[in-house]
């Protein structure tokens, strides 16, 4: 009886846990094409980030641009600069998440 009790309160735990882990969880994908970077954001349901906040950042942790998602979750922007950027997502309520792109990558798509 107790190890049944001991399981439960594990399986409660995790079940819970899982949720709420889930919950502040916010996809951002990006891409470069033709000297632009368009990027993607979403929640895991599916549903677009409209009105996050994007910041990217260059290699040396600098704030280049800050935009924000349309009712698609889209924002694109001209290249501000050749090197390794980090593209933050903001959707509020501790929904973050980050995207790296590659300096050859911006590079290439120039």
Same mark, same amino acid.
């Given at each position: ?43 895991? +349901?599916?549903?677009? &980030?409209?009105?996050? %906040?994007?910041?990217?950042?260059? =290699? ?5 641009? !800050? ?16 090197? +390794?950027?980090?593209? &933050?997502?903001?959707? %509020?309520?501790?929904?973050?998440? =980050? ?5 050859? !990558? ?5």
């Amino acid at each position: 009886m107790k190890i049944l009790r001991i399981a439960t309160a594990v399986l409660l735990v995790t079940v819970f846990s899982a949720g709420t882990v889930l919950a502040h969880k916010v996809n951002l994908f990006a891409y470069v094409e033709a000297g632009k970077i368009h990027t993607e954001s979403y929640f895991p +349901d599916g549903r677009p &980030v409209e009105g996050g %906040t994007v910041r990217v950042y260059d =290699s040396g942790d600098a704030l280049l641009l !800050e935009g924000t998602t349309d009712k698609a979750g889209l924002f694109s922007f001209a290249i501000p600069k050749v090197d +390794d950027l980090n593209i &933050v997502i903001d959707a %509020t309520m501790g929904h973050k998440n =980050s995207f790296k792109l590659k300096k050859a !990558e911006v590079e290439a798509g120039k």
